[in-house]
């Protein structure tokens, strides 16, 4: 089994130690030359390659059988340059890999905006709030557009990502001591790195197909988990000023049952620590 991964930060390194540790043989993706070295450490090979370039990508997807798109924009970068354009042009060479039987993504449950606090699950209308939403909905499609009987593409909404090395003391550090806008009563959907890689390899080992969301069980309000992770780092406690409207665009709780029904046990369920 032949594997591609296309972005080798937090997610995609992860993966890669687990694929390969199972047998499968992975090659990493950067656009980062300096970073080839590292990668070779948990990849059978490394190519250095962005997503604009339909000739690399061609390139790198002629022998695989699964192609993961874990691709990640930080907080100045381009949404539809990264993740939009990327889709389109992996979507576009897939008549260069007849081998290609399964594509993954990684897309963001903040494609669904802002249900007020209600449940939701894949069968429910994505209503994104920003225009970073709607590139990723606009992403989604041109990768499930791609789906047929032989290549199936599996796209996982996920909730804010947690782990080692992103432990949340270490997220919401920076709040400590400050005033917020707002109640802090929107839901807050988390998933620990170990469940993306869990539910990856679940999805490559099971053929899985469609949207699912990627999001643990324990869904507390962000209010209720910055007092828990507060008091548990013996930080200063954040204050709220409900007369100032909320900055958080989203709101609302997200249901994992699909994944559940599909055979993944998730190993952090709750938040055990922080």
Known sequence: MKAAILGCGYVGTAVARRWQSHGVEVTATTTSPERVKDLQQIAAAVQVVNGANADGIAELLKTQDILLICVGAGRQANYEETYLNTAKTAVGVLDQAPNLK?????????VYGN??????????????ATDNGRIMVETEQTLLSAATSERKVCIF????????????????SRAAGSTRPGSGHEASNWVHLDDIVGAIAHAQSHRLSGLYNLVQDEIPTVRELIDRVCQANHLDPVHWDPSQPSARPYNVRVSNQKLKAAGYEFRHPTFAGF
């Not at 399964?102 to 903040?110: A, E, M």
């Not at 249900?115 to 994104?128: C, S």
């Not at 909404?157 to 919401?172: A, F, H, S, V």
């Open 102 to 110: 399964q594509l993954i993504f990684t897309s963001t449950y903040s």
């Open 115 to 128: 249900y007020e606090g209600a449940w939701v699950r894949e069968d429910d209308p994505a209503k994104p």
């Open 157 to 172: 909404r996920l909730g804010g990502i947690y782990g080692p090395g992103r432990e949340l003391g270490k997220i919401y």
